[in-house]
């Protein structure tokens, strides 16, 4: 049977480590050598996205608990996490959402990493609204060039 996943239906969710094994059996090995999108719903499930749908996996909208890239790399006999990061521009997820993301893994039993491989800073530009990726301490909007706040402010409920 083909996953359920259809773009824009909110990625497949994974919830088990059988579940992760039948998803990753369906993915071509050339989509194997990219990382896939990631959501974390509030149920605190996993769900999985090629990444080619990126922005699209997300929960319908809905809140979301973490969001980013994950990779799998093939260890003896078995798919383990490589990489996992927050980079999400769809849902800009705070460093700190990483406690979701082991979480959610923990249901999976893939191994994981400590953290976030990649972490990745957003802002939203007070401005033009868009989401900025902050790299290296420049907090400067790149669409319009306004300062962007010393402090994380995407979450539209701040
Ligand atoms: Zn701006």
């Known amino acids: 049977m083909k996953a359920a996943v259809r773009p824009g239906s909110g990625g497949c969710l994974i919830s088990s480590a059988a579940g992760c094994d039948a998803w990753i059996a369906e993915r071509s090995a050339a989509e194997l050598t990219e990382p896939f999108t ?14 080619r749908s990126e922005h699209a996996p997300c929960v319908g909208g809905e809140m ?3 969001a980013g890239e994950i990779s799998f790399t093939r260890e003896a006999d078995r798919w ?3 990489e996992v990061s927050n980079q999400s521009t ?3 997820p705070y ?8 979480r959610a893994l923990d249901d999976v039993e893939r191994g994981q990493p ?5 972490e990745v ?3 939203r530009c007070p401005d033009c609204q868009v989401h900025n990726i902050v790299r290296e301490g420049d907090i400067v909007c790149v669409f319009c060039g306004s300062e962007l706040p ?3 402010n995407v979450d539209p409920a701040v």
């Open 38 to 51: 990631f959501v974390v719903g509030t149920d605190n499930a996993l769900r999985l996205a090629p990444r």
């Open 64 to 66: 979301v608990l973490s």
């Open 80 to 82: 383990t996490v490589g």
């Open 90 to 92: 769809g849902h800009c």
């Open 95 to 102: 460093v700190t959402s990483w406690s979701a993301v082991a």
């Open 114 to 118: 400590s953290g976030f491989t990649h």
């Open 121 to 123: 800073v957003f802002r």
């Open 150 to 152: 010393e402090t994380w």
